[in-house]
């Protein structure tokens, strides 16, 4: 079992409109997550953290379900300049755990 | 500010021969290191991180290795490259154990 795991997708989605990404973690001790964003090509950057509580960064939405190990992102209002990987990230020990991505195309 | 430079940007480099590429930080100081690679339509796969100078911790058994010659540079190395280490090689850095990793612009190596 991978230890983080997601929907590799694509993810086809129009303009507009709300999409949401799940990503699963298998090391229940792990302390801290979050969502990094890969364009073709390019390194990937992080995104934004991932906080117990659920937090939000402008049109961004992540959540952490500890007792069922999984993680969300929410894009609300998506643009096209949203298209990328999106790749969901759990800390193990003394290092980041990448989930292989989520492809996200978003269309006009 | 920090920054972190990664080079060469592309390599095309024929089977059973070395490679070296090197990795440095700027603006920081005894940062923890990772070298990562993703290899074409696959996940990101932990090959080595450095928690200071001389300090190496090996992910995965192949033939690269890492080194750590002084606080902030950071290199991987082949003494003869196989076709399966091609891929996109990528170095990151962080300092806290709480923050997300910076990576650099990575290296794209095809192994011919």
């Known amino acids: 079992r991978k230890e983080v795991e997601q929907d590799p997708g694509p993810f086809n989605v129009p303009e507009g409109a709300t999409v949401a990404f799940n990503c699963t973690y298998s090391n229940s001790a792990s302390q801290s997550f979050f969502w990094y964003r890969q364009d073709c090509r390019k390194e990937p950057k992080l995104l934004m953290s991932v906080y117990s509580s659920g937090n939000e960064d402008g049109r961004f939405t992540a959540q952490l379900n500890r007792a069922s190990q999984y993680i969300s992102l929410l894009i609300r209002d998506s643009k096209l300049s949203d298209s990328a990987t999106y790749l969901c990230?759990?800390?193990?020990?003394?290092?980041?755990?990448f989930g292989t991505g989520t492809r996200l195309q978003v269309f006009p | 500010s920090q920054t972190i430079h990664q080079w060469p940007a592309t390599l095309v480099q024929p089977v059973g021969s070395p490679l070296s590429l090197e990795c440095t930080v700027e603006?920081?100081?005894?940062?923890?290191l990772y070298w990562y690679r993703q290899a074409a339509g696959r996940g990101l796969q932990l090959l080595f991180y450095?928690?200071?100078?001389?300090?190496i911790s090996s992910e995965v058994p192949q033939n690269l290795s890492a080194s750590r010659p002084q606080d902030r540079q950071f290199i991987l190395s082949s003494k003869k490259l196989l076709l399966s280490d091609s891929g996109f090689y990528l170095c990151?850095?962080?300092?806290?154990?709480?923050?997300?990793?910076?990576f650099g612009s990575g290296t794209r190596l095809t192994v011919v």
């Open positions: 450095s928690v200071g100078i001389g300090q």
């Open positions: 990151a850095w962080s300092v806290q154990r709480e923050v997300g990793y910076t």
């Open positions: 603006g920081t100081s005894n940062p923890n």
């Open positions: 990230v759990a800390r193990g020990t003394d290092k980041l755990i």
